[in-house]
T-cell receptor
Framework: DTAVSQTPKYLVTQMGNDKSIKCEQNLGHDTMYWYKQDSKKFLKIMFSYNNKELIINETVPNRFSPKSPDKAHLNLHINSLELGDSAVYFC?????????????????FGEGSRLTVL | GDSVTQMEGPVTLSEEAFLTINCTYTATGYPSLFWYVQYPGEGLQLLLKATKADDKGSNKGFEATYRKETTSFHLEKGSVQVSDSAVYFCALSGTGGGADGLTFGKGTHLIIQP
């Protein structure tokens, strides 16, 4: 079983469209993330959720809206797509230590969703 | 804020050569340090980690030592193989606590030639 799975793996769409990427983890983790990887491989965190609560919301256009229906799922919806949104989007999960409320462990990543906006 | 600096690539080596990829960091507190590897078309996988000063992480022949005095976590391997060709990311955990994920360096593309 894949630990962190995201769909679709590839997405090609026109400017102005709305699209969603789904992510599910079966590791029992309480924290999930979305990262964006640009064409130069640079990774930047976009959002994190801990037990369905939004924790991090980096400077991301409000066209991007994450939704976490439960702690095993974190979906990313993007409105009015622009050319600059073309990238690979990675979902990840981890378990945050309840005792220290710190992330001392690894992140488990999905295989990525390559979004191409034409 | 926290940051990670690693040598830019691509780094091209011949098979069986010695590898060093430099990584230095800036952080408040005492972060955990990681090396992740990304093979073509795949997501990131943890390669090794160290959670406190002087710890050495190791896996698949790769090693890195957490050096607090030089704020470094350089990745080394004694004899690289073609299959090691990938992008390598140095990262640190957030020291602010909570679900703040990892801060990544810009990645180093490693190319091993037969």
């Amino acid at each position: 079983d894949t630990a962190v799975s995201q769909t679709p793996k590839y997405l090609v769409t026109q400017m102005g469209n709305d699209k969603s990427i789904k992510c599910e983890q079966n590791l029992g983790h309480d924290t999930m993330y979305w990262y964006k990887q640009d064409s130069k491989k640079f990774l930047k965190i976009m959002f994190s959720y801990n037990n369905k609560e939004l924790i991090i919301n980096e400077t991301v256009p409000n066209r991007f809206s994450p939704k976490s229906p439960d702690k095993a799922h974190l979906n990313l919806h993007i409105n009015s797509l622009e050319l600059g949104d073309s990238a690979v989007y990675f979902c990840a999960s981890s378990q945050v230590s309840r005792r220290f409320y710190a992330n001392t462990g690894e992140l488990f990543f999905g295989e990525g969703s390559r979004l191409t906006v034409l | 804020g926290d940051s990670v600096t690693q040598m830019e690539g691509p780094v091209t080596l011949s098979e069986e050569a010695f590898l060093t990829i430099n990584c230095t960091y800036t952080a408040t507190g005492y972060p955990s340090l990681f090396w992740y590897v990304q093979y073509p078309g795949e997501g990131l996988q943890l390669l090794l980690k160290a959670t406190k000063a002087d710890d050495k992480g190791s896996n698949k022949g790769f090693e890195a030592t957490y050096r607090k005095e030089t704020t470094s976590f350089h990745l080394e391997k004694g004899s690289v193989q073609v299959s090691d060709s990938a992008v390598y990311f140095c990262a640190l955990s957030g020291t602010g606590g909570g679900a703040d994920g990892l801060t990544f360096g810009k990645g180093t593309h490693l190319i091993i030639q037969p």
